[in-house]
C-alpha cells in the first residue's frame, strides 16, 4: 500500500494509484467518484484508473474522466491490477472479491454487519477494508449523511406511491383533502433519514410521528419538526400506534453493528391490510423480521397483508444526485490516504481507525464481530 520514497531529510509519500471500478451490483447506477474529484487527485500527483462506463449511469461519460488526466481502461479487471486503493460505491461482490489482493486499500460502503459470509470472503483477501459508514467525528457519520438524507426523503415518496391502491397500498393519500384526515405515518429513528422522511411526509400533509430513545434528540425534533409528534420508542408505545398506521419508515441505526428487530411479524399483524412499511435499514439487516432485500425493479413484496419496500440501495435510483453528494464527503478523505497514506493519514485524522474493517485478514471493527460471533483485534494492535 502507499510507500515511502527516500530524499534529503527524510522521506516523501509516493504518488497513489487509486481504482474506479464500476459498480456491479443490481440496479447500482452510482459512480464513486466524479470527474472534478479525479481531477483534483491528478493534480496532485496521483494515477487515476477508471473502467470504461463506470460514470454512465450517473451522467459522468468517459470523456470527462479523460479530459482531466484519468487513465480509461476496460475491464474491472485492469483497475484492481493497476491500482492500489480500489473506491467504490457499494459493498464488494463475488466477482470483485476474487480481485482483491492483500496490497489493496478498498474504500466504500461494506454493511458487513448484515453479512457474515462477505465479511469473511472480505477477510480471506488480506485486503484492508475502510467502511464510509463505520467513520464516526462528533457522534456523526459524515461519510453515511448524505445517502441517508436522500434515502429518508425517498422513503416517504416510496411509500406514498405505493400506498395507491394499484400498487397494491391500501388507496390512502397521505395528504388527504379537505374533509377527509390524512394519512398517518411513523417513523423508527429520528436520526438523520427519520428527520428527512419526517420532513417530506409532514411536507405532503400526513400525520407524522417519529418514535425516538434519546430525550435530547426528541427535544429537538419538537422545537425543529413542529409539525410532526415525538413518542418514546419502545414496544408498547409501538403497538399502540400500529393498528392506525397507513405507512411505517424503518430509520434506525446502530453504527456499523445489525440493526435492531423492532417489528416483529405479530406486531405487523396489526397493521392495517395494505399499509406499506419502507425499511432503509435493510443494508444493516432491517429493522422488522420481514426485512429481505430487493430491487429497484422488484422493489416491493407482501408480508402479512403489508406491502415491504425494501431496496438495499435506495439512493442508487437518484444516482446523479448521490453521486455528487457522496464525493462531496467521501473526497477529503480519499485525498488525505492518497496525500498520507493509511497510516500518516490515521495520525492526521484519528476517526479513520474507525473506519477500518478488515485488515491483514484480521477483522477490526468491533460491532460486526459482534454481530457475528467473530474474533476482533483492533488496528493499533496489528499496525506496525
Not at 520514497?5 to 471500478?21: H, L, N, S, T
Not at 460471533?373 to 493499533?380: E, K, P, R, S
Amino acid at each position: 500500500m502507499k510507500g515511502c520514497q527516500a530524499v534529503a531529510g527524510g522521506c516523501i509519500i509516493a504518488p497513489m494509484k487509486i481504482g474506479i471500478p464500476k459498480e456491479v451490483k443490481a440496479q447500482e447506477s452510482r459512480v464513486s467518484m466524479t470527474p472534478g474529484s479525479v481531477a483534483e487527485l491528478v493534480k496532485r500527483g496521483n494515477r487515476v484508473w477508471v473502467e470504461r462506463g463506470a460514470g454512465e449511469g450517473a451522467s459522468f461519460p468517459d470523456a470527462l474522466y479523460e479530459a482531466v488526466g484519468a487513465e480509461m481502461v476496460s475491464g474491472a479487471e485492469a483497475v484492481f491490477e493497476a491500482a492500489e486503493m480500489i473506491v467504490k460505491v457499494k459493498e464488494p461482490q463475488p466477482s470483485e472479491i476474487a480481485l482483491l489482493q492483500p496490497h489493496h486499500l478498498l474504500f466504500t460502503y461494506l454493511h458487513l454487519a448484515a453479512s457474515k459470509s462477505l465479511t469473511e470472503s472480505l477477510m480471506a483477501t488480506g485486503c484492508t477494508s475502510i467502511a464510509y459508514e463505520t467513520i464516526e467525528v462528533h457522534h456523526r457519520l459524515p461519510l453515511l449523511e448524505p445517502m441517508s438524507e436522500i434515502a429518508g426523503r425517498m422513503s416517504a415518496i416510496v411509500g406514498t406511491y405505493h400506498l395507491a391502491k394499484h400498487c397494491g397500498g391500501r388507496g390512502c393519500l397521505l395528504g388527504g383533502v379537505p374533509g377527509v384526515a390524512p394519512g398517518r405515518v411513523v417513523v423508527l429513528g429520528g436520526g438523520t433519514a427519520g428527520v428527512n422522511a419526517a420532513r417530506v411526509a409532514t411536507g405532503v400533509g400526513a400525520d407524522v410521528t417519529i418514535l425516538e430513545v434519546d430525550f435530547e434528540r426528541m427535544r429537538f425534533l419538537d422545537i425543529t419538526m413542529g409539525s410532526a409528534h415525538t413518542v418514546y420508542s419502545n414496544e408498547a408505545n409501538l403497538a399502540d400506534l400500529l393498528p392506525r398506521v397507513d405507512l411505517v419508515i424503518g430509520a434506525v441505526l446502530v453504527p456499523g453493528a445489525k440493526a435492531p428487530k423492532l417489528i416483529t411479524r405479530e406486531m405487523l399483524r396489526m397493521m392495517p391490510q395494505g399499509s406499506v412499511f419502507v425499511d432503509i435499514a435493510v443494508d444493516q439487516g432491517g429493522c422488522a423480521e420481514t426485512t429481505r432485500p430487493t430491487t429497484h425493479h422488484q422493489p416491493t413484496y407482501e408480508e402479512e397483508g403489508v406491502l415491504h419496500y425494501c431496496v438495499a440501495n435506495m439512493p442508487g435510483a437518484y444516482s446523479r444526485t448521490a453521486t455528487q453528494a457522496l464525493n462531496n464527503v467521501t473526497h477529503p478523505w480519499i485525498q488525505l490516504i492518497a496525500d498520507k497514506g493509511l497510516a500518516g493519514a490515521c495520525g492526521v485524522r484519528k476517526e479513520l481507525i474507525g473506519g477500518i474493517n478488515t485488515f491483514r485478514g484480521m477483522l477490526t471493527c468491533g460491532p460486526v464481530a459482534e454481530a457475528h460471533g467473530l474474533d476482533f483485534q483492533h488496528y493499533a494492535d496489528l499496525h506496525g
